[in-house]
């Protein structure tokens, strides 16, 4: 029984420095950061990629008309 007891004691003081220990916080907020700036960039490379072919549009039909 005794020993049962010891091996619970020793189980919770693992769990609670598993739970106070920090280290692995800093990985999952880099991890937050990054996956938000690369949401950042897809979104700006859609806008950017839409008014290029809007602008390689009027390009195009001014050329066509010119020409045509």
Do not use: C, F, P
């Amino acid at each position: 029984m005794r020993d049962n007891l010891l091996k619970l004691a020793v189980k919770s003081r693992m769990l609670l420095n598993a739970i106070k220990e920090e280290h692995g916080q800093d990985l999952v907020e880099y991890a937050a950061v990054i996956s938000l700036v690369v949401l950042g960039i897809t979104a700006g490379m859609t806008t950017l990629a839409n008014g290029i072919n809007n602008a390689m549009a009027s390009v195009s039909t001014k050329i066509n008309t010119t020409i045509g």
